[in-house]
T-cell receptor
Framework: NAGVTQTPKFQVLKTGQSMTLQCAQD?????MYWYRQDPGMGLRLIYYSASEGTTDKGEVPNGYNVSRLNKREFSLRLESAAPSQTSVYFCASSNPSRDTQYFGPGTRLTVL | AQKITQTQPGMFVQEKEAVTLDCTYD???????LFWYKQPSSGEMIFLIYQGSYDEQNATEGRYSLNFQKARKSANLVISASQLGDSAMYFCAMRELYNQAGTALIFGKGTTLSVSS
């Protein structure tokens, strides 16, 4: 099992450009999440999807959109990137018994 | 609002010694879960250990144990016999209910552990 995979690993954007971060899991988990990690801030929830076909906002959703394409895939889109979105983005999925979340390797995004 | 506090920005320990990383939490929920994750310099988030609020015994996973004191709202991570590979950032997290529809984790700001030989 690959667990949770994310693409790309690194990305540099110019202000105003758009991009989609891809995430997939092969653990048959219902719930999936997107977090961002900034220095000294820990991880903060952007969006989550409790099950296929549902999405909901987290703590810091502004400037992002998400799509739960199917049970395996959950993408995060930046429509018009801003320097404040420079961060490391993590995707995670969780099992139903304890909600233990398993994380992907992260995407390091820089917006110039 | 729920909150996780990690008061130690950095900790230093020698190989083979035990170390305790502090975590306090604030919640009004009766049922909750507490987690510890490790983030090495390579950047991935690695799940270490879980403690449920109704678990009567402290959780253990190999060299990791969780010192759970419910009345004090603390969930400290104890690493026994530290190894050089334990050098990393450690995050305490708590499961939070979002909009009555799902759960997610709220994280503390982390503690950097440095293990020396």
């Amino acid at each position: 099992n690959a667990g949770v995979t994310q693409t790309p690993k690194f990305q540099v954007l110019k202000t105003g450009q758009s991009m989609t971060l891809q995430c997939a899991q092969d653990m048959n988990h219902n719930s999936m999440y997107w977090y961002r990690q900034d220095p000294g801030m820990g991880l903060r929830l952007i969006y989550y999807s409790a099950s296929e076909g549902t999405t909901d906002k987290g703590e810091v959703p502004n400037g992002y959109n998400v799509s739960r394409l199917n049970k395996r895939e959950f993408s995060l889109r930046l429509e018009s990137a801003a320097p404040s979105q420079t961060s490391v983005y993590f995707c995670a999925s969780s099992n139903p018994s304890r909600d233990t979340q398993y994380f992907g390797p992260g995407t390091r995004l820089t917006v110039l | 609002a729920q909150k996780i506090t990690q008061t130690q920005p950095g900790m230093f320990v020698q190989e083979k010694e035990a170390v305790t990383l502090d975590c306090t939490y604030d919640t009004s929920d009766q049922s909750y879960g507490l987690f510890w994750y490790k983030q090495p310099s390579s950047g991935e988030m690695i799940f270490l250990i879980y403690q449920g609020s109704y678990d009567e015994q402290n959780a253990t996973e190999g060299r990791y144990s969780l010192n759970f004191q419910k009345a004090r709202k603390s969930a400290n991570l104890v690493i026994s016999a530290s190894q050089l590979g334990d050098s990393a950032m450690y995050f305490c997290a708590m499961r939070e209910l979002y909009n009555q529809a799902g759960t997610a984790l709220i994280f503390g700001k982390g503690t950097t552990l440095s293990v020396s030989s």
